[in-house]
């Protein structure tokens, strides 16, 4: 699957770049081995010794995520045979969407443990914002037009796994992801949070470009309402049907959403086109950059240091 240099090319008619962005960053032990790579981690004992994850569940996520070219699997011993997983550039490319994921989830909660970010150049701690590299205005949805692309067939965009991608028991990651689980975690909630982005309100109109069966749909709108990710309208027309409307709390997650689509699309290209296109309010494609809170300066990933929090 995975092209070391360059794009990866996808299959005609299958998953498309949201479906595999999905795959690899709904889930919560994926976001927790690449939080601690992008810290240092390059062999099993140093993942080992953060937090509790076990042998298999390690061994699995790197296998995967090495096959989707985020790490290099190099060996370092001989005898015995011994690897390090360093991460490629691909990987790396990721670091705007964590920080983004974390800021959202420390707004939510600021009490959280998450990880604290520092600016190299003004020394201060901060928090990204998610501005348009063309015009340097923030990115909001309200900003920010979105239509399909040649790939963007609502089916392809669906993750493929079918369970939760969360886990459960005593083995899991630090918990301070979980808010953005409640939105990616699952095919499904994945599936529905990007029909609501897309301007779907009412519920036909959200099983028809889901797919989600019924039973599932609702239980997933009945989640979104608890985790205030939505809120259900009364039609005026209709006092028996309602619509849901995005909430706040769901709207500041949409530069995250922004990143992410932009990471995909770079690394993963189907033969017959982008997904989606993003078009910003200043008429340019959309290229989402992160911008230091306290300074204003674009951030660069050379000057921006993570600090457990």
């Given at each position: 699957?995975?092209?070391r ?15 595999v962005?999905?795959g ?18 390059r062999?099993?004992?140093d ?7 076990s042998?298999?569940v390690?061994?699995g ?7 989707a070219?985020l790490?290099?699997r190099?060996?370092y011993?001989?005898?015995?045979a011994?690897?390090?997983y360093?991460?490629?550039?691909r ?7 964590l920080l ?5 989830e420390?707004?939510r909660?600021p009490?959280a443990?998450?990880?604290e ?6 020394g201060?701690?901060?928090s990204?914002?998610t501005?348009?590299a ?9 900003a920010?037009?979105?239509?399909l692309g ?10 493929a796994s ?5 886990s ?5 990651p ?15 909630s ?7 982005m897309m301007?779907?309100s ?12 019924p ?10 309402e608890?985790?205030g ?6 039609n005026?027309?209709?006092?028996d ?5 995005l ?5 500041a997650f ?13 690394w ?6 982008p ?9 340019a ?6 911008r230091?809170d306290r ?10 240091t993570?600090?457990d929090?």
């Open positions: 699957m995975t092209a240099t360059g794009s990866t090319a996808l299959g005609p008619g299958g998953p498309n770049a949201i479906a962005t999905l690899l960053l709904g889930d919560e032990w994926n976001l927790w081995i690449l939080r601690h790579a992008v810290d240092g981690c062999r099993y004992g993942w080992m010794g953060r937090g509790p994850i042998n298999t390690l061994t996520r790197l296998g995967r995520l090495t096959e070219g790490f290099d190099v060996r011993s001989d005898r015995p011994r690897h390090e360093v991460l490629t550039r990987g790396r490319d990721l670091w705007p969407i983004a994921m974390w800021a959202w420390k707004d909660d009490t443990a998450l990880p970010m520092r600016h190299g150049r003004c201060e701690l901060f990204p914002v501005a348009c063309d015009c340097d205005r923030p990115v909001t949805r309200a920010v037009t979105a239509a040649p790939s963007g067939d609502w089916t392809r965009s669906v993750p079918v369970g939760r991608r969360r459960t028991g005593a083995r899991r630090s918990p301070y992801l979980d808010r953005t689980m409640e939105l990616l975690g699952d095919r499904w994945a599936a529905l949070l990007g029909a609501l301007g779907g009412r519920f036909t109109e959200l099983a028809d470009r889901t797919g989600a069966p039973a599932v749909l609702a239980d997933r709108l009945r989640r979104f608890d985790a990710v939505v809120t259900a309208v009364e005026p027309e209709r006092q049907r309602v619509g849901y409307v909430t706040a709390r769901a709207e949409f530069p995250v959403i922004t990143l992410m689509i932009a990471w995909g699309q770079r993963f290209r189907a033969p017959e086109g997904a989606i296109s993003l078009t910003h309010a200043c008429g494609p959309l290229r989402p950059r992160l230091c300074c204003g300066e674009e951030l660069r990933a050379s000057e921006v993570v600090e929090g």
